[in-house]
């Protein structure tokens, strides 16, 4: 009953802060399933820099915690209960538009019902998770919930390794329940991942059924669970999964601010969104910079230097709290020369960036994880290319800048994903055989995302492939 307590305090926390912060997408209960999605991610994300703030400037103290969470989500709430909802609720698609498909919506649950029986079992069998998370994750949480005064020591190089800079958002979120419940329980890292998981596919999912379909959506959302390299990244308790959930949020809240509804709080969303990745992993920084690079290409490009300041402004209101944190975590209790690969010598980084066979075989490791992709049984890339030659592609020009801004952001992070690996330090075959699967996991639900924008959807295919009669009774 604590654990549920611990994790219902953070998803009150998440869910507020969705409610107060978006507006409203639709009549009735269609804000809910994406306001709990946002809810798990952010609420999670909230409690751990609680708790690290908690432990800074209280000597290691974290004891407080729980309390302080629960009154900051009783301040939530009440907030959400006295306040008017604001913004206008966006005209809903009728149902002769959108249909819904029964038979699809049966497939998805039985995806969702495999993929989480297949977590719990990989849980059960590995209930440490794998290297990174029993040897990293989870022993910074052990650090932050029993250390006390002298918990900062897991920052040390001695102590730590080349991890030392990783940020804290995965540990504080397992010691915020280890807090709740008075000790330790292996139930907690893998609930956590459980949750992330599940959000990851409840924000696929309820984006793309408000940005294109109910059908889309369902689709997305049975690509991404019968993704096994998926399940086994959640079930393993890496902050990879997390990572991705911050991501796409981020994301969908842009796409959803220029599609559904011109509304400032997606601005501020996605900026928490992002500022809640850069507290995740170091790859998180550069999600900010990404993020704000292509929001400043796009707005500028369309309407003009004023309303790109304008919309920096609103996101930079989401984005500074966490990322104030996070930069005092890097420059006050880590150091910045813990990044391994901006604190080379010019000499190592020039020869690294200059030699072309690095190249080759960053290339080659990219194609094969590419050809894999999702661990499908089958190449998942041709599937997907017939389902698009099959639907054909999304042409409507409100969906234009929403394309554009995950299309873009999901291109710029592979690039830099690929230039990392180019001037790493460590050696190069070493690492990309020990994580580029993972890393390319943090942007597989975004690249179904991006490439369900701009498919188009089986209505419109069959809207315009098929007579008006046929049409009906195929719905």
Known sequence: MSLLAAF??????????????????GAGLADLPLALSLGIVSGLGFTSVLLFLLLA???????????SAAALATVLVGAV????????????????VFPRMRWLTAAFCLAALAAAAGLVLLCLHSPHGQWDAWGHWNRRALFMFRGGEHWKDVFSPDEAGYTTGYPMLL????????FFVGRVTLVAPSA???????AVVGL????????????QGLIAGIVLLCSPTFVAQAASQYADVPLAAFYLGAVLALCLRDTVQRHRGWLVMSGMMAGMAAWTKPEGLMFVLVLVLVRCVQVGASRGAKACARELSALALGLLPVLTVRLYFEFHMVGAASDLVLGQTPQAFLTRLLTAHRYLIIVKAFAEQFIGLGGWVVALPPLLLMYMLLVGINKASKDRPAIYTASLTLMLMTCGYFMVYVLTPHDLVWHLTSSLDRVLMQLWPLAIFTFFL?????????????PAKTQTQWQ
């Open 8 to 25: 219902l305090v953070s998803l009150m926390i998440g869910v507020s802060f969705a409610l107060l912060v978006c507006p409203r997408t």
């Open 454 to 466: 701009l498919a188009r959807t089986p209505e419109e295919a069959a809207a315009e492939a098929l």
């Open 204 to 215: 696929l999912v309820s984006s793309l059924s408000l940005l294109r379909s109910p059908s």
């Open 57 to 67: 400037v209280g000597d290691g103290s974290g004891r407080a915690e729980p309390v």
């Open 171 to 178: 540990s504080g979120a397992i010691a915020h329940c280890w």
């Open 192 to 198: 956590v991942a459980f949750f992330f998981c599940f």
């Open 81 to 96: 209960a006295v306040r008017k909802p604001f913004g206008r609720r966006p005209p809903q698609p009728s149902a002769a």
